[in-house]
């Protein structure tokens, strides 16, 4: 196959709303010796994708300045340095920016398979969320079976990710919605059980739910107010897990609560962790969640597409907050194939 020299992407042209995302021509990246360079069938649309558009979350150095943290797709180039993966393989893979364009480049280490079963469109909805709580809650905060999480933002990216993670090793999800459509939802995920935070105290259920003990690990996306609710709702020796501040970035905390419930608070962005760190996440859901992701009767995450020249549509529906599951951006070879 030949490679063409330039390729069509999507770029931020100015930091503002979904109307500064713009389709230009780029040069197509070129592929290291420990990398391969895939052409792009379908980019997942994520939270961090919306906060650099806004210009509050700048690419690292070294990174692609164009949107787009997963993709799926075929390789078509290996580096020199490069086992294990062949041209024409069908892939998903993390990215460190740049996924809205027809070529991205990758570390090897940060590739998977698609697994059986998943259509291109369906696994470029995985590495984003898939990878940020496999490090965070998986190997950070060292979920094993028999724990119960308490998953906030469950119907969206991130939360319907921990639920499915949480499920498939052996622990219990509870998922905080805001309505009768995402508790079913997260539901539909493995959740055992719902709290409607609009509706419901959600400290107070979580112990409800929990015969008072409190939730072993909690991941949260809201902060703000949030926080202090999810000390409330931990048992002792909890771990609670912050990857967003949408609610609010900082917090009111019983400094005291922490202390007398042995709690761990943690918190992690995914964008900047070295390929080392990206490796060993990639194969740590190589070996513990792709046999479940490809069994039959896994429920994949719910997916609204759009064409990637309607990116900045992508984006308003992530702002208005009704999707379930995850929005994807599906390129001219992801119809194709
Ligand atoms: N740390 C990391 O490495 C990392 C990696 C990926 C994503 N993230 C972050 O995680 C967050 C969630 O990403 P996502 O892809 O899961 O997004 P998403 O698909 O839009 O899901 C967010 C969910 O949270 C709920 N929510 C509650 N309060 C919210 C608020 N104030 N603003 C927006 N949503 C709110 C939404 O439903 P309701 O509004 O109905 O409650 C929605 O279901 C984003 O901020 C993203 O930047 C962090």
């Known amino acids: 196959m030949t490679i063409p020299t330039t390729m069509q992407a999507v770029a931020i042209t100015r930091p503002g709303g979904p109307e500064v995302l713009a ?6 990246p070129p592929c290291g010796d420990d990398e391969v360079l895939i052409r792009v069938a379908a980019a997942g649309v ?4 919306l906060a650099q558009r806004r210009g509050h979350y700048d690419p690292p150095p070294g990174a692609s ?3 787009g943290l997963e993709v799926s797709g075929e390789i078509v180039v290996t580096g020199a340095a490069v086992s294990g993966w062949a041209i024409g393989d069908r892939v998903m893979a993390l990215v460190n920016g740049g996924g809205y364009a027809d070529y991205v480049a990758v570390a090897a280490g940060q590739v998977l398979p698609v697994p ?10 995985l590495p984003e969320t898939w990878f940020t709580v496999t490090q965070t809650l998986v190997m950070r905060a060292g979920l094993v079976p028999g724990m119960t999480v308490l998953v906030h933002g469950a ?12 499920t498939i090793l052996g622990a219990r999800a509870i998922g905080v919605i805001s309505s009768a ?18 509706t419901e105290d959600v400290a107070a259920r979580a112990l409800e739910l929990t015969d008072g003990r409190g939730v072993d690990r909690v991941l949260d996306i809201i902060g703000g107010d949030m926080a202090e609710k999810n000390i409330t709702a931990s048992a002792r020796g909890g771990h609670i897990v912050q990857v967003s501040t949408l609610d609010g970035a900082s917090a009111n905390l019983s400094l005291r609560a922490i202390m007398a419930k042995q709690l761990t608070l943690s918190g992690s962005t995914l964008r900047p ?3 080392a760190t990206k490796a060993a996440i990639a194969a740590r859901i190589r070996t513990d969640l792709l046999p479940a992701l490809a069994s039959p009767g ?3 995450p719910t997916i609204t597409t759009f064409d990637i020249d309607h990116a900045a549509d992508a984006h308003r529906a992530m702002e208005a907050r009704t999707h379930l599951g995850k929005i994807v951006l599906v390129t001219e070879y992801d119809v194709g194939h």
């Open 23 to 28: 389709r230009q021509d780029w040069q197509t």
């Open 46 to 49: 994520n939270g961090p994708d």
């Open 65 to 67: 300045p164009l949107p």
């Open 116 to 125: 059986d079963g998943w259509t291109l469109t369906q696994a470029a909805a």
């Open 155 to 166: 119907a969206g990216g991130i939360g319907g990710a921990a639920i499915q993670i949480a």
């Open 181 to 198: 459509a995402k508790a079913d939802y997260a539901r539909r995920l493995g959740a055992f059980a719902t709290i409607d935070y609009t």
């Open 273 to 275: 962790q070295t390929p």
């Open 298 to 300: 896994f429920v994949k």
